[in-house]
């Protein structure tokens, strides 16, 4: 059981270039969804997604996009890089339940030069 | 908007007991979470508590909840130096049913030997 898997772990973007940041999740879980982590303003929400099809925006939604074509994967996409979305990316999921906990995969480290 | 408040830093010393704080703005919130971050990995949940209860003890942690302040500690007693990570407090943001968590901006413990 994997559990989230984020890929890459590791990436350098110019500045204009676009990209693909991938999760998946083999939990069976409804609800995912991707986060950035910023030094002192901890995790704010990008996209969330309660199932497959179905997506919508979170707190920093503009300059990333989403789509949800199985339960299995989320796939975050930088439509045009910029160097205010370096950042570290956190996918996580959950299930249905209030209580339920999320788990969060190791982390994507981008960098926008 | 839902807004939940953490001060950046504690530092404390082996064997000593460490308070981390948090205050919340959605009343609404059934449950309320502590997850811990270690350096280069994701959030793991550390334990949470639901919001008709005042107080949780897990082992070493203790959750006390005041409702009326919308204000949720996080006790660790006898903290050891593998205690040293970042602590985001989070609940969930409405409507509950889409899985959203409101992070924190995360505290980082730092324990000294």
């Known amino acids: 059981n994997a559990g989230v898997t984020q890929t890459p772990k590791f990436q350098v973007l110019k500045t204009g270039q676009s990209m693909t940041l991938q999760c998946a999740q083999d939990m069976n879980h409804e609800y995912m969804s991707w986060y950035r982590q910023d030094p002192g303003m901890g995790l704010r929400l990008i996209h969330y997604?309660?199932?497959?099809?179905?997506?919508d925006q979170g707190e920093v939604p503009n300059g990333y996009n989403v789509s949800r074509s199985t339960t299995e994967d989320f796939p975050l996409r930088l439509l045009s890089a910029a160097p205010s979305q370096t950042s570290v990316y956190f996918c996580?999921?959950?299930?249905?339940?209030?209580?339920?906990?999320?788990?969060f995969g190791q982390g994507t480290r981008l960098t926008v030069v | 908007g839902e807004d939940v408040e953490q001060s950046l830093f504690l530092s404390v010393r082996e064997g000593d007991s460490s308070v981390i704080n948090c205050t919340y703005t959605?009343?609404?919130?059934?449950?309320l979470y502590w997850y811990k971050q270690e350096p280069g990995a994701g959030l793991q949940l550390l334990t949470y508590?639901?919001?008709?209860?005042d107080m949780k003890q897990d082992q070493r942690l203790t959750v006390l909840l005041n409702k009326k302040d919308k204000h949720l500690s996080l006790r660790i007693a006898d903290t050891q130096t593998g205690d040293s990570a970042i602590y985001f407090c989070a609940e969930t943001a409405p409507p509950s049913n889409t899985g959203k968590l409101i992070f924190g901006q995360g505290t980082t413990l730092q324990v000294k030997p």
């Open positions: 996580a999921s959950r299930q249905q339940g209030a209580k339920d906990e999320a788990f």
């Open positions: 997604s309660v199932g497959a099809g179905i997506t």
């Open positions: 508590i639901f919001s008709n209860m």
């Open positions: 959605d009343s609404s919130s059934t449950y």
